[in-house]
């Protein structure tokens, strides 16, 4: 048995653009019956006890605003929240563990920061019943005999204290115009405010004002503050955004030492390498952004992101997408590579006021993709600027034979148009290659963008489309500056697969730079490694094979990998823990092999 879910876009639902074709040509409405009509606010209605889930109104939408599903009749039992008809519904809820990190992953739109406002009391479940006020003793009711119960029943008498890290920190300048130091002082409820800057690295933006500090900032400024009230249950959504690899450690081990101190935390992170290292368990949110989301069972934290990996959810039986993602071993010498060079650059030097870069020489060959790794404040965007021609050296000289698609960090949103119109403008000249729709447009659903103004897409669709337009272009030489940034897990996989294939494949090349770990193993040749001093002075070392420059840069940051038995992914090691003595002792900061480390020499 099924239950019927039928989902319209609101933002792309636009009757006054169409001639109506999902009420006049649905058979239900043929007959006579009134499965779908207008509502009173201009959008379609449908009827999901009428629907007979024939697809005529999906295919006829000019927009693309309809998604009608079947999902299991034992579901419906468990619907904790649905905000209106033909809206989003969510199924079943995180569950907190005392004195343990949960962590939370899944796609964006999939329902993670609602299943936080319910668990933080934000949000009154209705259990899928929108017409009337919610209330806590009918939500109460649903869970006797459930491990939640007692959790809400403090949540419903005002009697859970939680602490907030939200998603959109950009905000935080709108509620807050003093300085950092002041807010950490009023948050400040176990006297640790001196402790927590120095781990989290705020020292010197306390006198700054919340409209001066970098997103990274802003981003350590929010956990920092969350972290010092005196709450049962901590929920940190996304904190490791605008972070660099440094920073989400020092973050990670700030979220495990208040699970350490006896408290609850529920961690939502995409970048699934500190999520492991945080995490003592995972849930995986699954299902179809924008129209259902399911949380998934308990795992202990390697197994739960082995099935994200794997797209297979073993308990529930459960799969949620077709492929595993496999992590290839890193090789000396990439049969992919020609011996011809689209990029060569000699000793190149860049200087500002309190700054200065020194980049060793290198070369980059056709059908070879450098990763770029590296703190923040070193240097980087200005080295990608200066190979795609955006910015000169001081000293020393760049040769490129091919022109450069350019990503930029930060993007723009000033485009007057929709995402089609942007995308017809010239951007993306071969939008319509069939390699292209296969690899990213398709996968990431560009074409539901379409109708939608640049200008009002979240920072997740922005780096889709942006994305997109790059990889679009006619060239043979992409540079990508943190295409990670704000995109869901499951989107970093699709971008990480699409650069093998549409890069590597096609005998292109590219330059990526982020701070996420896994998407640097799974589309990186080589390595070009960053070191200095943040915001004073950056040393780009010459670039090396993958193994050879995660050693290097692990080893600064005093932290060892090894490769996951069952998936190959690279994971975290527990600093102080017997690998990770064993790998430090041997250098092997970055272990490359699946097996078991060998026992350490006596």
Same mark, same amino acid.
């Given at each position: 048995?099924?239950?019927?879910?039928?989902?319209?876009?609101?933002?792309?639902?636009?009757?006054?653009?169409?001639?109506?074709?999902?009420?006049?040509?649905?058979?239900?409405?043929?007959? #006579?019956?009134?499965?779908?009509?207008?509502?009173?606010?201009?959008?379609?209605?449908?009827?999901?006890?009428?629907?007979?889930?024939?697809?005529?109104?999906?295919?006829?939408?000019?927009?693309?605003?309809?998604?009608?599903?079947?999902?299991?009749?034992?579901?419906?039992?468990?619907?904790?929240?649905?905000?209106?008809?033909?809206?989003?519904?969510?199924?079943?809820?995180?569950?907190?563990?005392?004195?343990?990190?949960?962590?939370?992953?899944?796609?964006?739109?999939?329902?993670?920061?609602?299943?936080?406002?319910?668990?933080?009391?934000?949000?009154?479940?209705?259990? #899928?019943?929108?017409?009337?006020?919610?209330?806590?003793?009918?939500?109460?009711?649903?869970?006797?005999?459930?491990?939640?119960?007692?959790?809400?029943?403090?949540?419903?008498?005002?009697?859970?204290?939680?602490?907030?890290?939200?998603?959109?920190?950009?905000?935080?300048?709108?509620?807050?115009?003093?300085?950092?130091?002041?807010?950490?002082?009023?948050?400040?409820?176990?006297?640790?405010?001196?402790?927590?800057?120095?781990?989290?690295?705020?020292?010197?933006?306390?006198?700054?004002?919340?409209?001066?500090?970098?997103?990274?900032?802003?981003?350590?400024?929010?956990? %920092? %503050?969350?972290?010092?009230?005196?709450?049962?249950?901590?929920?940190?959504?996304?904190?490791?955004?605008?972070?660099?690899?440094?920073?989400?450690?020092?973050?990670?081990?700030?979220?495990?030492?208040? %699970?350490?101190?006896?408290?609850?935390?529920?961690?939502?992170?995409?970048?699934?390498?500190?999520?492991?290292?945080?995490?003592?368990?995972?849930?995986?949110?699954?299902?179809?952004?924008?129209?259902? #989301?399911?949380?998934?069972?308990?795992?202990?934290?390697?197994?739960?992101?082995?099935?994200?990996?794997?797209?297979?959810?073993?308990?529930?039986?459960?799969?949620?997408?077709?492929?595993?993602?496999?992590?290839?071993?890193?090789?000396?010498?990439?049969?992919?590579?020609?011996?011809?060079?689209?990029?060569?650059?000699?000793? @190149?030097?860049?200087?500002?006021?309190?700054?200065?870069?020194?980049? %060793?020489?290198?070369?980059?060959?056709?059908?070879?993709?450098?990763?770029?790794?590296?703190?923040?404040?070193?240097?980087?965007?200005?080295?990608?600027?200066?190979?795609?021609?955006?910015?000169?050296?001081?000293?020393?000289?760049?040769?490129?034979?091919?022109?450069?698609?350019?990503?930029?960090?930060? @993007?723009?949103?000033?485009?007057?148009?929709?995402?089609?119109?942007?995308?017809?403008?010239?951007?993306?000249?071969?939008?319509?290659?069939?390699?292209?729709?296969?690899?990213?447009?398709?996968?990431?659903?560009?074409?539901?963008?379409?109708?939608?103004?640049?200008?009002?897409?979240?920072?997740?669709?922005?780096?889709?489309?942006?994305?997109?337009?790059?990889?679009?272009?006619?060239?043979?030489?992409?540079?990508?500056?943190?295409?990670?940034?704000?995109?869901?897990?499951?989107?970093?996989?699709?971008?990480?697969?699409?650069?093998?294939?549409?890069?590597?494949?096609?005998?292109?090349?590219?330059?990526?730079?982020?701070?996420?770990?896994?998407?640097?193993?799974?589309?990186?040749?080589?390595?070009?490694?960053?070191?200095?001093?943040?915001?004073?002075?950056?040393?780009?070392?010459?670039?090396?094979?993958?193994?050879?420059?995660?050693?290097?840069?692990?080893?600064?940051?005093?932290?060892?990998?090894?490769?996951?038995?069952?998936?190959?992914?690279?994971?975290?090691?527990?600093?102080?823990?017997?690998?990770?003595?064993?790998?430090?002792?041997?250098?092997?900061?970055?272990?490359?092999?699946?097996?078991?480390?060998?026992?350490?020499?006596?």
């Amino acid at each position: 048995m099924t239950h019927r879910v039928a989902v319209v876009d609101q933002d792309l639902c636009h009757s006054d653009k169409c001639g109506l074709e999902c009420i006049r040509d649905c058979p239900v409405n043929i007959n #006579g019956e009134g499965c779908i009509v207008l509502g009173e606010n201009k959008l379609a209605i449908i009827s999901e006890e009428l629907c007979i889930g024939c697809g005529i109104c999906i295919k006829v939408c000019p927009f693309d605003a309809i998604t009608i599903l079947n999902l299991g009749e034992e579901l419906k039992q468990d619907r904790i929240h649905q905000f209106g008809i033909n809206t989003f519904r969510l199924y079943r809820l995180p569950v907190p563990r005392k004195g343990q990190v949960v962590g939370l992953v899944g796609r964006n739109g999939i329902g993670k920061s609602t299943a936080l406002q319910i668990l933080s009391g934000q949000v009154v479940p209705n259990l #899928g019943d929108y017409e009337h006020e919610p209330k806590w003793d009918g939500f109460l009711d649903y869970l006797s005999g459930r491990e939640l119960k007692e959790h809400f029943k403090r949540v419903a008498g005002g009697e859970l204290r939680v602490s907030l890290k939200p998603q959109a920190v950009y905000k935080l300048p709108e509620v807050w115009g003093k300085d950092v130091r002041s807010l950490l002082r009023q948050m400040d409820e176990m006297g640790r405010m001196g402790e927590v800057v120095e781990e989290l690295s705020l020292s010197d933006a306390l006198e700054k004002k919340m409209s001066e500090l970098s997103g990274g900032e802003l981003q350590r400024v929010a956990v %920092a %503050a969350a972290s010092l009230k005196d709450a049962d249950l901590y929920l940190f959504d996304e904190p490791s955004s605008y972070n660099d690899v440094f920073q989400r450690l020092a973050v990670s081990k700030l979220v495990r030492s208040i %699970a350490e101190s006896g408290r609850s935390v529920v961690l939502v992170e995409h970048d699934i390498a500190f999520l492991d290292y945080a995490s003592d368990y995972v849930q995986i949110i699954y299902g179809e952004p924008g129209v259902y #989301g399911i949380v998934s069972s308990l795992y202990p934290a390697r197994s739960g992101i082995n099935s994200l990996i794997d797209g297979y959810l073993a308990r529930e039986n459960v799969r949620f997408r077709e492929r595993a993602v496999t992590f290839e071993q890193a090789t000396t010498a990439d049969e992919r590579q020609s011996e011809e060079l689209l990029v060569e650059y000699n000793q @190149l030097s860049k200087s500002y006021p309190g700054f200065r870069l020194r980049v %060793a020489g290198g070369k980059l060959r056709r059908g070879s993709t450098v990763g770029v790794v590296g703190a923040n404040a070193l240097g980087k965007t200005t080295f990608l600027r200066m190979i795609a021609a955006e910015e000169a050296p001081d000293g020393g000289d760049v040769s490129v034979s091919e022109k450069v698609a350019y990503k930029p960090q930060y @993007l723009k949103s000033d485009f007057a148009g929709t995402v089609q119109e942007f995308f017809s403008s010239g951007i993306g000249t071969k939008l319509d290659d069939s390699n292209l729709q296969a690899a990213l447009v398709a996968p990431l659903k560009i074409e539901k963008l379409y109708p939608r103004n640049l200008n009002e897409l979240s920072g997740g669709e922005l780096q889709k489309v942006a994305i997109v337009a790059t990889m679009a272009q006619d060239v043979n030489l992409y540079a990508l500056d943190e295409p990670s940034a704000f995109l869901d897990v499951e989107d970093r996989f699709v971008v990480a697969k699409a650069l093998n294939r549409l890069v590597k494949a096609n005998g292109k090349s590219a330059i990526v730079i982020d701070h996420d770990i896994q998407l640097i193993d799974l589309v990186s040749d080589e390595l070009l490694v960053f070191r200095g001093t943040p915001g004073a002075e950056g040393m780009a070392m010459e670039p090396m094979s993958r193994e050879d420059g995660m050693n290097v840069f692990l080893k600064e940051m005093g932290l060892t990998y090894r490769r996951d038995v069952n998936t190959g992914r690279p994971r975290v090691n527990k600093p102080g823990s017997k690998l990770d003595r064993e790998q430090k002792e041997r250098g092997q900061y970055y272990y490359v092999s699946r097996e078991p480390v060998p026992e350490a020499a006596p």
